[in-house]
Structure formats: structure tokens, C-alpha cells
């Protein structure tokens, strides 16, 4: 009884769901199929009563054991038998997850035969005169740094030549222990390429595995015509939703580095900074926006943030949450905007657009782009249907 009941439980709920968001005019959850949830609650449920069984027969067996063996303590037999199945039940999930995680981190480690040579750009991490080498930059770090555009592409594309060779700065979980020595690294790249000295500085968050949007990197270097530079740090090499745990070092080491970057930026002749700006998908929105958690968008503005652009929010972002419930305290001069359209448009403001399945393959979302007054930002809008993406132009 406990399995159809509970499935009618989860589909009245999930109907509710629906029928609440509807009302509400939120379309976040519309693509969600109600017989592939109910599907889902039934597996797992089926799980959880296979789990009870076995948890059942094995507390049993020891129990017949324990009152075969010393009569004396059948009172605790049952008891005992219990408490070493839960615990055979729980090492054995617990050892499958833990090898589950090294098998998935042993393949975002993993040298792909198109990416197992290091680039000659010296302006990338790994390249020649860099000082984090290339075989800890994980899988995906040796991605980014190789598909680096070209002078050569950016002028056939742009119809213009280039006016520099684009930077991108990688740092690994591996390429060091520790927190500090991850963000030294990424400043003395910073400082060896020359980064900020470019139009524009983006620092970057990336998703659980170490993912960067290559649309968004691509297109900062078109636009800026190679005159720009991408920085990131690991934090994980599993996919963001096993990364979960790992939020906490990842707000820490992106709260170090914005620290030691805005350090820099105010050092600088105010005329000569580079445009800094910020970029985050998936967990990656959360350990971006939550280097400013419990304070507000002006924050974020001393820090000398120019623009950002925030991909998927999970709901769980504490900065984003502190901003809905709170608009007004968090972003008093209403900067902050969340759009649920395909097009928005803002001078100086944060965006959080939804793209619907049918929205074109790049939109525009900004006039004034990186510079508020001449390009346009774009944005090209996830495979996912219903993808959250906040922008601050």
C-alpha cells in the first residue's frame, strides 16, 4: 500500500505544483513531464522498499545467529541484528558513492587525445611561460585554454583585424593544495599576460566540473577583438550536482580572488582599469553571487564591477534569494532586473533572463555591451529549454 499511495501522493502534489505556477504566470516549470516525476517517485520508492527488505533479512539472519550462538541475549538480538544491518547498508551505499566519485573525477582528470598538447600561445595558462602547468589543469581547464580564438578568427569573423591575442587563465584543482596558493597563481598569470591592461577582465565561475561557457568566452573575443581576458578557478571536477558540497570552498576562493583583484584594480590609474567583469552557470551562479552574500549590489559597485552575467541561479544562491525577498534593501537604486522574456533591455543593470525552448539561438540583451556605449552584448541561449541566465550590463 505504502508504494501507490505514495505515488498518488507525489502526482496530487506535483499537480498542485503545476497548477500554482500557473496562476502565477511562473513558466519555469512547464516542460516538466508529470509522468516521467511520477515515474521517478515510484523508482525511488521501489528503491527505498527494496532497501527495507534487505535491511530485514540481513537483521534477521544475524539475529537467529546471535540467539543460536548465546541464548543468553535473545532480548538484544533483534536490536543487535538491526544495528549491523543499517551499518553493512550504510557502508556498502556509502562505498559505492565514494567509488562512483572517484571513477567521474578520474574522468574529469582524464587527457583527451585533441587537447593532450599544451597551446604555443604564451597568453594562456599552461603556455609557454606559464606558471601552472599544463598537466594539472584537469580536463576541462586544458579545453579552455586550447580553444582559445585567433587573431586569425577573430578578423574573419568580425571583418576587422584583431588587436590582440586573447588571454585565458586556468587555474586547476590540482595545480595547487591550497586556496592561497590557487589564487597567487591566478594573479601572477594575471599579472604575466598582461591582463590588466585589456579592454575588458572577466572573472569567471565556473560549473562543478570546471566548465566554461565557450559561447561566452568566444563571444567576449570577438567583440572586444581578442582585446579582452578570461580568469577561472576550479573548485571540483565532478558534475555540479555532486559538487554540492563543495559550494563552501568554492564562494572562499572566488571571495580571495575578488579581494586580490579589486586590491590591484585600486592601485591602478583609474583611467587605465580594464571594464571587470563576471560571469557564472549553474553552481557556478551560486559561487559567484555569493561572494556578495549578506550585502548588497553597491558592493559590488566598490569592488568595481562593471557588468556580469549570471547563467541557471540555482535556487539556493543566497544573494539571489536575499534579493527577492528583499529587493529594495538589496539593490536600493534598482539595478537588479529579472526578465522572463527572450529580449530585455537595461543601461546600467543586472538581467535574470528565462529563454523558452523556442527563443532564437543568440539574443540580444543589452545595448551599451561591454562598454554601454558601443557593442551589444549577446548571449546564446542554452540546448536546456527554461534556462535561467542573469545579466548585468
Known amino acids: 500500500m505504502a508504494l501507490p499511495a505514495g505515488a498518488a501522493v507525489s502526482a496530487w502534489h506535483i499537480h498542485r505544483v503545476h497548477k500554482n505556477a500557473a496562476a502565477m504566470g511562473d513558466t519555469t516549470i512547464e516542460n516538466v513531464s508529470l509522468g516521467k516525476s511520477v515515474g ?17 533479512v ?29 551499518a553493512l547498508l550504510g557502508g556498502g551505499l556509502y562505498a559505492g558513492y565514494e567509488y562512483a566519485v572517484r571513477r567521474v573525477e578520474q574522468g ?13 600561445s604564451p597568453m594562456v595558462s599552461g603556455g609557454p611561460g606559464s606558471v601552472v602547468p599544463f598537466d594539472t589543469l584537469s ?15 577573430i578578423s574573419e569573423v568580425m571583418g576587422e583585424p584583431a588587436v590582440a591575442d586573447p588571454i585565458r587563465i586556468f587555474v586547476g584543482l590540482d595545480s595547487a593544495a591550497e586556496v592561497e596558493d590557487r589564487v597567487d597563481l591566478v594573479m601572477d598569470e594575471l599579472v604575466r599576460t598582461g591582463a590588466f591592461d585589456r579592454k575588458v577582465l572577466c572573472f569567471a565561475s565556473p560549473t562543478g566540473s570546471g566548465y566554461i561557457n565557450y559561447v561566452l568566452a568566444e563571444a567576449l573575443e570577438y567583440m ?22 563543495r559550494t563552501g570552498l568554492a564562494v572562499e576562493q572566488n571571495r580571495d580572488l575578488m579581494h586580490a583583484v579589486t586590491g590591484y584594480l ?51 544562491t543566497e544573494f539571489a534569494k536575499a534579493w527577492r525577498i528583499n529587493p529594495a534593501k538589496v539593490d536600493p537604486s534598482g539595478k537588479v532586473l529579472e526578465v522572463d522574456k527572450v529580449f530585455a533591455t537595461c543601461s546600467s543593470a543586472t538581467t535574470t533572463t528565462r529563454f523558452p525552448s523556442s527563443a532564437p539561438t543568440s539574443c540580444c540583451v543589452a545595448h551599451g555591451g ?24
Open 40 to 56: 521517478i517517485a515510484v523508482g525511488v520508492g521501489a528503491g527505498v522498499i527494496g532497501l527495507q527488505a534487505g535491511e530485514r
Open 58 to 86: 540481513i537483521a534477521h539472519g544475524v539475529s537467529r545467529g546471535i540467539s543460536r550462538v548465546a541464548p543468553n541475549y535473545d532480548a538484544v538480538s533483534n536490536p543487535v541484528g538491526h544495528a549491523v544491518a543499517l
Open 108 to 120: 574529469g582528470a582524464a587527457v583527451e587525445p585533441a587537447y593532450e598538447v599544451a597551446t604555443q
Open 139 to 153: 580536463r576541462e581547464g586544458r579545453r579552455f585554454v586550447n580553444m582559445v580564438l585567433s587573431r586569425d578568427e
Open 224 to 245: 572586444t577583438l581578442g582585446d579582452s581576458a578570461i580568469a577561472t578557478m576550479q573548485y571540483s571536477m565532478l558534475p555540479s550536482s555532486m559538487s554540492l558540497t
Open 266 to 316: 585600486r592601485g591602478m590609474d583609474p583611467e587605465k582599469r580594464p571594464r571587470f567583469v563576471l560571469f557564472g552557470e549553474s553552481l557556478g551562479a551560486l559561487t559567484m553571487q555569493d561572494v556578495w552574500r549578506h550585502r548588497t549590489v553597491e558592493a559590488m559597485d566598490r569592488d568595481f564591477v562593471h557588468s556580469s552575467i549570471f547563467l541557471g541561479t540555482p535556487s539556493a
Open 370 to 393: 561591454w562598454g554601454r556605449s558601443t557593442s551589444a552584448h549577446r548571449v546564446s541561449r542554452s540546448r536546456r529549454p527554461g534556462v535561467r541566465v542573469s545579466v548585468s550590463c
